[in-house]
């Protein structure tokens, strides 16, 4: 889906450690979230890739501009420490780029 919308939240460079579940070995997934408001919509996401969030912060979006994000979401089942299973939508960021200003000023 494409969603333009205000950056309200950023973050740095983070990581974290992911098991696959086919039960391969355990991955370092490098992702920068986002939270991104419509005004009527608020979305929190990750970026979908670690090279991707890399480039996300190499091109100096920052809190407050206005973007256009290709996003992606999908349903997942997830289990609780005590073994039952519900369900939880994840939200992916395919590209995200600077909404463009037309007439040079800022990118309200």
């Known amino acids: 889906m494409e969603f333009k919308a205000k950056i309200e939240m950023l973050s740095g460079l983070q990581s974290r450690s992911f098991t696959?579940?086919?039960?391969?070995?355990?991955?370092l997934?490098?992702?920068v979230e986002v939270v991104l408001n419509n005004g009527l919509e608020r979305i929190s996401a990750e970026s979908y890739s670690g090279?991707?969030?890399k480039?996300?912060?190499?091109r100096?979006?920052?809190?407050?501009?206005?973007?256009?994000?290709?996003?992606i979401t999908w349903c997942k089942k997830r289990k609780t420490t005590d073994g039952r299973f519900f369900f939880a939508n994840v939200t992916k960021i395919m590209s995200m780029e600077k909404e463009f200003d037309l007439y040079?000023?800022?990118n309200a």
Request: net charge negative.
């Open 60 to 71: 100096g979006l920052r809190v407050g501009d206005t973007v256009v994000a290709q996003l």
């Open 51 to 53: 090279n991707q969030a």
């Open 29 to 31: 997934i490098e992702y």
């Open 104 to 106: 040079g000023g800022s």
């Open 55 to 58: 480039a996300f912060l190499a």
């Open 20 to 27: 696959p579940e086919d039960g391969s070995a355990p991955q």
